[in-house]
């Protein structure tokens, strides 16, 4: 029987953890493959894989299209509280893991004027979330898996367990220490963190609705 399983995700999301609990589950494990961006290239060297295992946070922008090309693959979803996640690619902490000093604000995402790099983070952050995208993680989907940073975080067992079912493979219950979770440094952001004119940056943004969407609380 098919077991493909595409991980993905908003960068700072818990892809990276996912993946690496998941890994050795199957045959054949790639993570942040950029010359897999192409889904084309992709189907024609993995359409006989049996027991696949691919992670990339850019999926998360062409999420239909990847299920067009793997119409019998399954998807899981990580998701974390938007303003954890914005807080954490404006002020990246060296203590995160793995760490990203989002060097590409600047260049890429950040506009002519603007003396702050929030907006281009939040740019960086919306871009993960195309209507089609918040279409699908909202609606029922038999294929799709959305889970929960924060429930991992508070809840473990129970949460990868989900995983593990939604997967079909047999759950190996000893996780090294490494994998277990840790809190974050931005852990329990919240909008009165930011200054009072970043928040009016964040208020005048997608945040407030992807949290609504989400289920997360804005305050």
Known sequence: MRNQLFITGCVRSGTN??????SKYYISSYSEYFEYLN??????????????????NEDMRNLNLLQDYFPKCKILILLRN?????????KPSKKSIPYRPFVDLKEKWSREGEADLLPAAIRRFESYYPTETVNLITRKNKRVLVLK??????????????VFEFCKIKQNINF??????????????CLKDFSLQNQKVILSSR??????????PLG
């Not at 953890?17 to 998941?22: F, R, T």
């Not at 938007?82 to 404006?90: D, T």
């Not at 940073?149 to 989900?162: A, G, R, T």
Request: charged share 25%; glycine share 2%; hydrophobic share 40%.
């Open 149 to 162: 940073y924060e429930d991992l975080v508070n809840n473990f067992n129970y949460s990868i367990s989900k």
């Open 39 to 56: 889904l084309e290239k992709r189907k024609i060297d993995f359409h006989d894989k049996d027991s696949l295992l691919f992670k990339i």
């Open 207 to 216: 945040i407030p609705f992807l949290c609504k969407s989400f289920n997360y």
């Open 17 to 22: 953890w996912v993946y690496e609990i998941l």
């Open 82 to 90: 938007p303003l954890e996640v914005v807080n954490s690619i404006y």
């Open 176 to 189: 090294d220490d490494e994998l277990l979770p840790l809190r974050t440094p931005n852990q329990g952001i």
